[in-house]
């Protein structure tokens, strides 16, 4: 270890232990200047028949609004999202205006390709002049084949050029990362580099345990290539994010991340730093090393959303998971989550503006 990194280390650790309350999430105090700008608009994209996931948006050429999102059948309940998920286009004028449906662009191919069984996180970047759709395929219908791949087109109306094999793969047997590879958050990095973030955890940790509520630790590695369409070679240092030591599997997934005036910036969803219920934001200077998380946002309790009482098979009802962001004039103006209920009790986006 570098001289450097190691007394960051130790500074972070003395810190953590002099702030057991922030290091361990025990205090909702610590609430990030994000989740301040956060102001509730409502719920879209509500499909009677289909439950409505991971909504990515993105302003077009002509300035309407295009969300690429996730979808299955609602008869598979929330578990279709690992058997059976597509991804589809929506477009609208605002933000904030009715999102008209477009179509579905990548299905599930069938046997014999590694996005045989589902297509799902989808997150929409503008790069080099291309649109590049990362997303997550499987081939079993299981989480061990989770792969990311990539999709382009030079419009956003397609046609997409679908991957013959998957961008990442999983690290070697026994290795934190040996069993899949999950919600892509990809930047180009000022130097010209191409990043992927990405979710795994260990094989070994999720089929053994005997606690059915822990199933695997969740942490984020980082893939660096010189190409957009790779090879993506993993950071030696991964995983970039790893909460795991704080005790009560404590974890995250859903990461979004972005560049803001030379600085990384991450959202994503807390399974255990402060509950299961908000999210999480953190910074870096270097994206390798991240601060100590605040919380990026609330669930819909905190900002008094009326809701019917859930059905019973709706277990993650009255949070916000896969935060996404809008840019216009490169500037960060709207976040793009998803919620379970709504009008037809299944799962839909819902939007937050930032305000200034």
């Known amino acids: 270890m570098k001289r450097r990194d190691f007394i960051e280390q130790l500074s972070m650790a003395s810190a953590m232990a002099l702030l057991p309350g922030l290091a361990f999430g025990n205090s909702k105090d610590h609430v990030s200047a994000f989740a301040k700008k956060l102001k509730p608009v409502g719920r879209a994209l509500e499909m009677e028949g289909y439950y409505v996931w991971c909504n990515s948006p993105i302003e077009g050429p002509d300035g309407r609004i295009h969300v690429f999102f996730s979808r299955w059948i609602a008869s598979k309940k929330m578990g279709g999202w690992i058997n059976g998920s597509e991804i589809c286009h929506a477009v609208a004028d605002t933000p904030e205006s009715e999102f008209k449906f477009l179509g579905t662009i990548l299905a599930p ?22 649109y590049c759709l990362f997303f997550m395929g499987n081939s079993n219908g299981k989480t061990n084949t989770k792969r990311i791949g990539l999709a382009t087109a030079d419009s956003l109306d397609g046609p997409w050029t679908r991957p013959d094999e998957p961008l990442l793969l ?12 999950t919600n892509p958050a990809f930047i180009k990095h000022p ?10 955890w260990n094989t070994k940790e999720y089929e053994t345990s005997t606690d059915p ?5 969740r942490k984020y590695g980082l893939a660096i290539s010189d190409k957009l369409e790779g090879p993506y070679i993993k950071y030696d240092g991964n995983p970039v994010i790893d909460f795991s030591g704080r005790g009560n599997n404590t974890q995250l997934e859903d990461a979004f991340v972005w560049l803001d005036k030379g600085r990384f910036k991450m959202l994503a969803r807390d399974m255990g730093v402060f509950n299961h219920q908000y999210g999480l934001y953190m910074e870096s200077k270097t994206g390798k090393k991240w601060s100590e998380p605040e919380i990026g946002y609330f669930n819909a309790k905190y900002y008094h959303i009326d809701q019917p009482p859930p059905p019973k098979y709706l277990n993650k009802y009255g949070r916000f998971e896969r935060p996404q962001l809008l840019f216009q004039n490169g ?22 503006k930032i305000e200034s």
Request: charged share 20%; aromatic share 16%.
């Open 109 to 130: 191919r069938g046997p014999g390709y590694w996005d045989a069984t589902t297509c799902h996180n989808p997150s929409i970047k503008k790069v080099d002049g291309k």
């Open 170 to 181: 999983p690290g070697s047997e026994g290795a934190w990362d040996d069993h899949c590879t």
């Open 191 to 200: 130097n010209g580099q191409y990043w992927l973030f990405y979710k795994s």
């Open 213 to 217: 509520l822990v199933k695997g630790n």
């Open 331 to 352: 500037k960060a103006t709207y976040m793009f989550t998803t919620s379970q209920g709504g009008k037809y009790m299944t799962a839909s986006p819902f939007i937050f």
